[in-house]
């Protein structure tokens, strides 16, 4: 079984307290947070503190990931362009990308050989599927600009006909485009 980190051997409470020092000063002032550390009792090499950092930097920014690609699955009620489809798929990526990097991570003797390669296998193929997820996604949602611009060449020629004035076929323009942007 692997060592754990100096960082883990510490009490919740230090932790956590280095982990905010760490989100406040944007993940640097290694040397300030060890002498910190030190004149509370705990000797944390600079080189611990920054694998740490790291480590909760990774998990912070697939948190705000996750917040944004939530916050757009429920912004508006009109999907045309599928946005969510788009914001699940981000959100998906962003977690196979959280479990490879726990994965790598992981030290020597947590996780079996053949698990891990097995596990790999399983991520690689999900990362296929999510790809042309992906590309069917941007593909679908390039036809339904195209639709839009259609349409809107379209319906600009039918007012013209009609009579209406340049500023009304405008406005029609700009509301039926509103969809694609």
Do not use: C
Not at 107 to 121: H, I, Y
């Amino acid at each position: 079984m692997a060592r754990r980190s100096t960082i883990e051997k510490l009490p919740e409470d230090v932790r956590r307290w280095l982990e905010r020092a760490l989100t406040e000063s944007g993940f640097s002032g290694y040397n300030e947070l060890e002498s910190l550390l030190r004149e509370r009792g705990y000797v944390i090499s600079k080189s611990a503190i920054h694998r740490y950092g790291q480590k909760i930097e990774r998990r912070y920014g697939a948190i705000r990931a996750a917040t944004e690609a939530a916050r757009m699955l429920t912004e508006g009620a009109a999907d045309d362009q599928d946005a969510r489809s788009e914001a699940v798929i981000a959100l998906i990526q962003t977690e196979l990308f959280e479990s490879i990097v726990q994965l790598q991570e992981a030290e020597e003797g947590e996780v079996d050989p053949k698990e891990r390669v097995a596990l790999l296998s399983k991520v690689a193929k999900n990362v296929a599927t999510l790809s042309r997820a992906s590309v069917n996604l941007k593909k679908f949602q390039s036809e339904v600009r195209a639709r839009a611009q259609q349409a809107a060449s379209n319906a600009e020629k039918i007012a013209r006909k009609g009579g209406l004035s340049s500023d009304a076929v405008q406005a029609l323009r700009r509301e039926i485009l509103g969809i694609a942007t």
